[in-house]
């Protein structure tokens, strides 16, 4: 299994040198069109940066549904928007019925 991270071509590149599959984008459709095509591929987490997160919500949905792939946003350049820590919310109270 792989791991694929989707982001900004600067900010994402780094990821390369790990032995990620990387992704640079630019626009949330470039982004939506690589989760697209990756979406169900042999990959077990898939990193997202949050600038494109709002983008990809109808996409990121039909991925919940299955076990693979892990999605996990990563903070942009500027810092997180705090996606990441909403999201864990969400899973835990879907998890468990109750937030903690």
């Not at 640079?24 to 591929?41: C, D, F, H, M, Y």
């Not at 299955?66 to 999605?71: G, I, N, T």
């Not at 996606?83 to 998890?95: D, S």
């Amino acid at each position: 299994m792989k791991i694929a991270v989707i982001g900004g071509k600067d900010y994402i590149l780094g990821f390369k040198a790990l032995g990620v599959s990387v992704f640079p984008v630019e626009t949330g459709e470039e982004a939506a069109q690589a989760l697209t095509s990756i979406k169900n591929g042999n990959y077990a987490a898939i990193f997202i940066c949050e600038d494109f997160a709002e983008a990809l919500k109808d996409i990121l949905e039909e991925i919940r549904e299955k076990p693979l792939p892990a999605v996990a946003f990563i903070p942009d350049p500027r810092g997180s928007r705090g996606l990441a820590l909403e999201r864990l919310r969400q899973n835990t109270r879907r998890a468990i019925g109750t937030d903690i």
